[in-house]
């Protein structure tokens, strides 16, 4: 991604900024600007706890372009306590250890880039919550 | 609105074809389907492909196929949706006749993947999940897929080698489909010691990459039996969509978009799942396919797999699944797919599909998916009598 779309993207990527929706009450991540649930304009900002468990996981020995450096590296669909799910790789844990419910939480970490000339991009990644 | 049947079909063997470009993989299956349907011109062609752009270098294949096909002037224009292509191709092939503004309609699926290097290819097709939320994570296809099936195993408490069955049936088929990229069968026993990928997918769990280029060509019914002796109304075309992450589902576990997609196409048709003779569904992994079943009402939530297990997914089975080896063994060259898996229904439509013939197929469904399961589409199709 170029960095034009990174930098657009840096108060979800460094501090979970998502929306809540000013009608029914839905707290929301990634941030769409249309509630989901009841289709209002939902577009004031919810900062999440960084706070979740992990629903599903699985480790990656072929990564795409932009990520051989991490590879193996282990991703997951993390349900934030807050509600929503989102996507993002764990980190500061052997992949054997991850287990679906696991306690995490959000880190910042470098995600990519920093070679060949590449903008370094940090965002979220989520490790054992008990490391806090 | 009018009736509209397919006339003609043409298919390429899937596989590597080093020494065949992305037009001429079209051209190969676009001139089968007109000679199979006896005709020398058509008035479109729709050209369904995800990512000539990134893997092949070239976009505008509407037109590039067009002429090389021998038609230049003709409208012709490419259409795209993921893994979804080929079926959306299709589809909007049949709302052109349907709606009476064009007569006869190519439609072609062809993708041309082989050239890339490994990396480059998962990172494109890494580009039908969400590029901002999805991808940017380092996120695969492969592990996106590994994450519904894990989760599915520990919901439903299935083992990995539960999944066997789909493979082994896919393999089976391949077998005798002289297109299909792998022609040998497997055993469970392979299966269960297959390379792992994306744990838990294996490589067993896994369609390959490779070419290939399907074709049908559409007329209206009421010109087709002039046209054809054989002729297969398209009894229904619909689409559902949903989100393009999995983490933004209602529930990762069932395919909303699919159970929509279906849902229509059984309305439009006036069928529901029990009248179904085959399924072509999507199996790029075994958990799509599951989910597929769960979601075309096969199966109930959590028992898609039960139907596998209890052997109703072969050829002579309650429903016969990926007949002509499916996306597993024939091959899932990706823009191409939903138009072989069209193919291959009307093959059993007509009688022809030899050795995996399903006996007196009288109705049979394609399911294209995109993506994870963002885009949907579902042909029925009808022998006519
Ligand atoms: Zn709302």
Redesign the interface.
Known sequence: MNVAGNWRLQQQRYRLVGEECEKCGTLIFPPRDLCPECEAPAKMPYVFSGQGEVYSYSTIYSPPRGFEEFAPYTVALIRLKEGPMLTAQLTDVESDKVYIGMPVEMVTRKIQGGDEGNPIVYGYKFRPAHLG | MRDVAIIGIGQTEVGEHWETSLRHLALRALQGAMQDAGVTQVDAIYVGNMLSGELAGQEHVGALVADFAGLRGVEAFKVEAACGSGAAALRMGYMAVASGLVNLVAVVGVEKMTDAL???T??AL?LAAD??????????F??LN???M??YM?EYGYSHQDFAPFAVNAHRNGVNNPYAMFRFPITPERFATAPM?????NLLDSSPICDGAAAVVLAPAEAARALSTKPVRIAASAVGTDTL????RRD?LVLDGAILSTRRAYEQAGVGPQDIDLFELHDAFSIMAVLSLEAAGFAERGRGLRLALEGEIGISGRIPVSTMGGLKARGHPVGATGVYQVVEVVQQLRGEAGANQVPDARLGMAQNIGGSGATVITHILERME
């Open positions: 490994g990396p480059d998962t990172s890494a590029g901002e939320y999805e991808a940017a994570q380092g996120v695969t492969v592990a590994a994450m519904l894990r989760r520990y990928i994306c744990d838990p997918i992450a999995i983490h933004d990762p």
